[in-house]
């Protein structure tokens, strides 16, 4: 040990010597020229230590809200920006966040099977587990889904006026478990903040909820921000 901090410190000494006579850009070049292997390496180590750091600091936070979006090509549902706005909206404090996927794909029609699978796979496990409170999917997806989950009554978690002015919006489902009727468990998005001026047709978009949501008011709060409500007079 004491050999190897004998040779850094004569290595030290002859780089240091090399460099005083040098200009700075002349000892710019230098250092990019004979270092930037070492150069990179560092900012590597120092992008994944960042990262290490920012997971264990997020794994400590409470998650308020969990959304996953599937579908969207076009990104109109913007997670990494929606997570940030629906923050702010809460006024989450800093041991909260909001957790929102964009990264997931669901084809029907055999299409894309190993990314539907993973999807579909990760759509369920998070139900089975009551940890999600939303999907937004296409309409074909979102009818896919209702056929085999069960949804939450947006009757019961809507403040009544709210509801009451989300009725046009609101599409129902049969109850998969055959007891309750049909259930008013998803809302059209196309006139909600993210798609009305979008141009697509009613039913491209749909917000359906589990029956097993965890965290219903700042589900419910979600949904609001949705569909904001027109300033009054």
């Not at 007891?179 to 359906?208: C, K, M, N």
Request: glycine share 8%; proline share 6%.
């Amino acid at each position: 040990m004491t050999g190897l901090m004998e040779r850094f410190r004569r290595w030290r000494a002859r780089e240091a010597e090399k460099l005083r006579g040098m200009t700075l850009p002349k000892k710019i070049g230098y250092v990019l020229t004979y270092y930037k292997g070492w150069l990179l390496g560092l900012l590597v180590l120092a992008l994944f230590t960042g990262y290490a750091v920012d997971v264990v600091v997020q794994n400590q936070k409470e998650t308020v809200l969990l959304g996953f979006f599937t579908n969207d090509q076009q990104d109109y549902f913007p997670a990494g920006r929606l997570q940030r706005d629906i923050a702010d909206y809460l006024e989450l404090g800093k041991d909260q966040r909001v957790i929102f996927d964009d990264d997931l794909y669901v084809d029907l029609h055999g299409e894309a099977v190993e990314y539907t699978a993973a999807s579909n796979g990760k759509i369920i496990a998070y139900i089975s587990t009551a940890s999600l409170d939303f999907v937004v999917t296409t309409g074909e997806v979102y009818r896919h889904f209702a056929q085999d989950v069960p949804l939450l009554d947006l009757s019961q978690l809507l403040p009544q006026d709210v509801y009451d002015r989300l009725a046009p919006h609101i599409a129902v489902s049969p109850d998969p478990a055959g007891e309750g009727g049909d259930v008013p468990g998803a809302i059209e998005l196309s006139q909600s903040r993210f798609l009305r001026e979008a141009g697509l047709p009613e039913g491209s978009y749909y917000l359906f909820v589990p029956y097993n949501a965890p965290h219903t008011q700042a589900l419910c709060d979600f949904i609001q921000y949705c569909f904001p409500a027109e300033p009054s007079g």
